[in-house]
């Protein structure tokens, strides 16, 4: 490596470590100085969104980058929430702000001019206002219901000018409010599938009854059935396994392609005189149809298995889900 490689690599390493270290004095401070604050700030959002009012989260320039991100987390995890552009606001879109929201605005001076014009108006339609701001004594930071420091020691870059360290703190400030706010309205996995229906998250977070194979694709014979019928449903239903189900479609068993190939291993053309019933796991792997995909992809990938059967309460087979769907699924 040259010698202007490795400075560049440094210098490189030298800035995240510059971030890393404002976010640890963040860290400090929730945990001290501004541990009162935090959780006031928390308790103005839950309770104003319990009202049935919402977030408007403002910021301009970098710091707009980052107000729209804190507006989209509280959105994904249960909070109502929108990102209001300052300037914008003075021509028309301050009807988006309802008297009685609450209002969080991200500054690191507390100085931003499109912001300032906007505290008569947030005061006559007394909605509450958090701000992320790195001076304590700024206008923004006075006019507060609450102001959460979000100062940094400095900016990373030898300028110390863009921000940089600054928004990184901002982010991490946002998402922990995001986050504690939905903790404390009860926001559980369940609600979070809800608003994340699709991509990967969406289908991890899905029912496994919403992924498994069901109805005419449904892999099953019963505890009488030869060989060749066991064969021929398995390759029909191209599941690798078959089901064997007994009275009232109840699970008595599961044949997979890895014990045919054992089957045949050790019998050889004697194979094919076996039932079902007689070659069958009689202890196969279950899983419920409102267990989560993720779960069933955790206990496949544990047990070293391919397929989960579905079952109800009662044992009656619903479905099979299969670790090539639920790998689609993650993608």
Do not use: Y
Not at 175 to 195: I, K, P
Not at 269 to 288: D, Q, V, Y
């Amino acid at each position: 490596m040259t010698s202007q490689s490795q400075a560049e690599r440094t210098n490189a390493s030298e800035l995240v470590r510059t971030e890393a270290r404002a976010l640890l004095e963040l860290a400090m401070r929730l945990d001290g100085s501004m541990q009162h604050a935090f959780a006031r700030a928390t308790e103005l959002v839950t309770d104003t969104v319990g009202r049935g009012k919402r977030v408007i989260v403002l910021g301009m320039g970098k710091s707009g980058l980052i107000a729209r991100k804190a507006a989209a987390t509280l959105c994904s995890t249960g909070t109502p929430a929108h990102f209001l552009h300052p300037a914008e606001a003075r021509h028309g879109d301050l009807g988006m702000i309802a008297a009685g929201d609450v209002i969080i605005a991200l500054s690191a001076s507390g100085e931003t001019e499109e912001l300032l014009e906007l505290l008569p108006m947030i005061e006559r339609l007394s909605c509450a206002l958090i701000c992320f701001c790195g001076a304590a004594d700024s206008t923004l930071a006075q006019a507060s219901t609450v102001w959460l420091d979000a100062s940094v020691a400095r900016e990373a870059g030898a300028l110390n000018l863009a921000p940089t360290a600054s928004t990184t703190v901002m982010l991490a400030l946002g998402d922990a409010l995001a986050l504690e706010v939905s903790q404390r309205r009860g926001f559980a996995a369940e609600d979070f599938a809800e608003l994340h229906p699709g991509g990967r998250l969406g289908r991890r977070l899905a029912r496994v009854k919403t992924v498994m194979h069901a109805g005419e694709a449904l892999p099953l014979v019963g505890i009488d059935a030869g060989m060749t019928q066991v064969i021929h449903e398995m390759s029909d239903k191209k599941l690798g396994m078959t089901t064997v189900v007994g009275d009232g479609n109840r699970l008595l068993g599961i044949i997979s392609d890895g014990d045919l190939r054992r089957l045949l291993e050790h019998d050889g053309p004697r194979a094919l005189a076996h039932t079902a019933g007689e070659i069958m796991n009689a202890m196969p792997i279950t899983i419920s149809p409102d267990a989560f995909a993720s779960e069933a992809l955790v206990l496949m990938e544990e047990r070293k298995i391919t397929s989960l059967i579905v079952t109800a309460s009662a044992g009656q087979v619903l479905g099979v889900v299969h670790l090539h769907d639920l790998w689609a699924s993650s993608r």
